[in-house]
């Protein structure tokens, strides 16, 4: 873990401490990367000040959502990232934009599917299993890393961890925190499994 975390800090560090966030105009412009549906966020590609961003927004979604679910689940997604902040794998939460969306640091990687899964050297799939552990420890259960696009394959060849909309978050070292490691932790590890899995499958 310990050259992930390097290479984590190292990719962190080309972000200002307190990047300028965009405006509404700035994603009106902005590259859409994964289209969401009837309650999910849009994630866009935003160029904002020299620097490259994730925005996650529900802007796009019908009243109903805008005016309910989406500024709900954009708070807690929010929490997740704020719980995992310095966390290696975890790109780096921005901020608030408004209620309905917020942005992130960009990482470059390939989304770990079948296929990439069998060109991954096998040290990935310890090293996923570690950056889990640590997500853990800070009190967060992703629940959905089985879900191909959550795991991403970094161009240094770390695992980063990413959209915590499913995720649950809970105080580290809280009775509850333990008790969700033991009861739902192997959901995020089975998602280790089944990559692992993929990566001794013949091409």
């Known amino acids: 873990m310990r050259a992930s975390a390097q290479n984590a800090r190292t990719a962190s560090a080309t972000l200002p401490l307190r990047p300028q966030l965009p405006s509404r105009a700035d994603l ?82 390939r989304p770990l599917s079948r296929s990439i899964a069998r060109e991954t050297p096998p040290a990935f799939f310890d090293r996923l299993a570690a950056a889990i552990d640590g997500m853990h420890a800070l009190g967060v259960v992703h629940l959905d890393l089985r879900h191909q696009g959550n795991v991403l394959v970094g161009e240094d060849g770390a695992p980063v961890l990413i959209d915590f909309g499913s995720a649950l978050v809970l105080a580290p070292g809280s009775l509850a925190a333990r008790a969700a490691r033991v009861l739902l932790g192997w959901i995020d590890h089975g998602a280790v499994r089944k990559w692992r899995r993929y990566s001794l499958e013949a091409g």
Do not use: M
């Not at 997604?77 to 309905?100: C, F, K, M, T, Y």
């Open 28 to 109: 009106a412009r902005a590259q859409c990367i994964s289209r969401g549906g009837v309650a999910n966020p849009d994630a866009l590609l935003v160029e904002h000040a020299g620097v490259q961003l994730v925005v996650k927004d529900f802007a796009p979604r019908s009243a109903f959502v805008r005016g309910t679910l989406g500024r709900w689940i954009a708070r807690r997604e929010q929490r997740a990232w704020a719980a995992l902040a310095g966390h290696a794998s975890v790109p780096r939460l921005i901020g608030e934009i408004d209620a309905l969306a917020f942005a992130v640091e960009y990482r470059a990687g």
